[in-house]
Nanobody, 124 residues
Framework: QVQLVESGGGLVQAGGSLRLSCAAS????????MGWFRQAPGKEREFVAA????????YYADSVKGRFTISRDNAKNTVYLQMNSLKPEDTAVYYC?????????????????WGQGTQVTVSS
């Protein structure tokens, strides 16, 4: 069974940092691009970042460039999202996802497998 399990969300003050982790089962992870998406209340789900299987290709939403960093450890079947200089507008449920390639995730806001989400709240 395919599973993606996020952790690391929480409450942080503006300007602070959080690191999200996503642990994946083997089938979901091997050969797959991985990504992070988020959805704020009353808004559509949006793309945040994506990374290719080998880690050589990454994409970021303009709103998080220079503040967020996506990385992966294939030996641990885990993908990370380091979030620095957090802003109140970053408040959302963050979802980990696995898909065929990074460009599909970025352009279609779509993936094959999704985690259950973790809440990130940034206070002003």
């Amino acid at each position: 069974q395919v599973q993606l399990v996020e952790s690391g969300g929480g409450l942080v003050q503006a300007g602070g940092s959080l690191r999200l982790s996503c642990a994946a089962s083997g089938r979901a992870f091997v050969g797959k691009a991985m990504g992070w998406f988020r959805q704020a209340p009353g808004k559509e789900r949006e793309f945040v970042a994506a990374i290719s299987w080998g880690g050589g290709t990454t994409y970021y939403a303009d709103s998080v460039k220079g503040r967020f960093t996506i990385s992966r450890d294939n030996a641990k079947n885990t993908v990370y999202l380091q979030m620095n200089s957090l802003k109140p507008e970053d408040t959302a449920v963050y979802y980990c996802a696995a898909g065929p390639n990074t460009r599909t995730m970025r352009d279609r806001v779509d993936a094959d497998y999704w985690g259950q989400g973790t809440q990130v709240t940034v206070s002003s």
